[in-house]
């Protein structure tokens, strides 16, 4: 009975040539941030993903041809896989300021939890002391993270939640960096305490972001919903 089952199921599609190649690929890349993560970035060579991942070593050269094309390979890979958990979330359909607050404190609990993360600014610490090269990589990927913290900035002023005379692009730098200090704290020290950074965080933002009306507004808000003091 078990053999005439399997007789009669419908044989697996084969794959096709281009599903194969993004297979292999997905799995170099996935080896490279595996070995980062748990032996630092000194011990990524070609031999050893070719290890990890069970492909041969002249495959990584065949799908990315240089350590700068895994390197934005990686970046690229992070990059879709971070995407889901803020569609998931809902941080686009917020308000400029209230987006853009959720998003850092979403992307900082995901680089506390996630090794994959980790490895990310591992080999940015690599490649800006000792590779100009794949520093392009990162700049690139930079740039494109602030014009988006850029576009949330003018859209939170177009909506009288941020102070017009506020530089948007300055800010998108500066949100940036905040970002990248404090993951890098992390990462040096694990223990760090991420709520309280968190909170103050927030807090110096808001009060250096939100025009006069809209902290009034937050603040009646908070008043309503205050508990009464019996006397």
């Known amino acids: 009975m078990s053999t005439q089952t399997t007789r009669n ?5 084969r794959r096709t040539q281009a599903e194969r190649r993004e297979q292999s690929k997905r799995g170099l890349v996935e080896a490279a941030i595996a070995i980062i993560g748990s032996r630092g970035v000194s011990a990524m060579t070609f031999e050893t993903i070719g290890e990890e991942s069970g492909y041969s070593r002249s495959l990584v050269t065949q799908r ?32 400029g300021l209230d987006s853009l607050l959720a998003y850092t404190e979403l992307y900082l609990r995901k680089v506390a939890g996630d090794e994959g993360l980790r490895s990310y600014f591992k080999l940015l610490s690599s490649s800006v002391a000792d590779d100009d090269e794949l520093r392009s990589a990162f700049a690139e990927e930079h740039e494109r993270v602030r014009k988006g ?83």
């Not at 990315?64 to 934005?72: A, C, D, H, T």
């Not at 979330?89 to 917020?94: K, L």
């Not at 948007?168 to 020290?189: C, H, K, P």
């Open 9 to 13: 199921r419908p044989a697996a599609p």
């Open 64 to 95: 990315f041809g240089s350590k700068l094309g895994l390197v934005q390979a990686v970046i690229d890979h992070l990059h879709a896989r971070m995407m889901p958990l803020f569609t998931a979330s809902s941080v686009a359909q917020r308000t």
């Open 149 to 231: 913290f850029a576009a949330h900035v003018r859209k939170a002023q177009s909506e009288g939640s941020i102070r017009e005379e506020l530089d948007a692009d300055a800010f998108a730098t500066l949100l940036g960096s905040l970002q990248l200090g404090i993951s890098m704290q992390l990462l040096v020290d694990p223990t760090t305490k991420l709520d309280p950074l968190i909170s103050a965080g927030t807090s110096v933002l808001r009060a250096g972001l939100v025009t006069g009306k809209a902290a009034g507004t937050k603040k009646r808000r908070d008043s309503v919903r205050a508990p009464r003091k019996r006397t």
